[in-house]
C-alpha cells in the first residue's frame, strides 16, 4: 500500500529552525502536487505550502519569507525548511499527495501521513 511517512518534527525554542521530510513508499506511478499542512489544538488543517510537480510553490501568508518547501521528484520526497520559528508554529504537520499508483495510472487519489509534531516553546 501506499504510505507516506513524515519526520523531523520536534521541541524547538523560538528563532530556531527545523527541516521536515515526507517520504512517500509503494508502487507509485506518479505523483502530482504536494503539500504541507498544519493542525493545532482546537483549529482545523491549514494549508501551509504547497508544490506542484513542476516545481511552483504558494505559501500561507503567515510563513512567507520563512519557509521553503521542496521536493525531489526521483526520490519521491518532499521537505519543508521552517527558520525563525515562532510560537504560533506549533501544531501537527502533516504531508499530502496527489498521486496515482501502477494498479490505476489514469486515476490520482490523495494520500495523507501520520503526522509530525512541531512545538516551539521558550
Known amino acids: 500500500q501506499v504510505r507516506l511517512v513524515e519526520s523531523g518534527g520536534g521541541l524547538v525554542q523560538p528563532g530556531d529552525s527545523l527541516r521536515l521530510s515526507c517520504a512517500a513508499s509503494?508502487?507509485?506511478?506518479?505523483?502530482?502536487?504536494m503539500g504541507w499542512y498544519r493542525q493545532a489544538p482546537g483549529k482545523g488543517r491549514e494549508l501551509v505550502a504547497g508544490i506542484s510537480r513542476g516545481g511552483t510553490t504558494n505559501y500561507v501568508d503567515s510563513v512567507k519569507g520563512r519557509f521553503t518547501i521542496s521536493r525531489d521528484n526521483a526520490k519521491n520526497t518532499m521537505y519543508l525548511q521552517m527558520n525563525n520559528l515562532k510560537p504560533e508554529d506549533t501544531a501537527i504537520y502533516y504531508c499530502n499527495a496527489n498521486l496515482a499508483t501502477v494498479r490505476d495510472v489514469g486515476r490520482s487519489s490523495d494520500y495523507w501521513g501520520q503526522g509530525t509534531q512541531v512545538t516551539v516553546s521558550s
Open positions: 509503494g508502487i507509485i506511478f506518479w505523483i502530482n502536487d
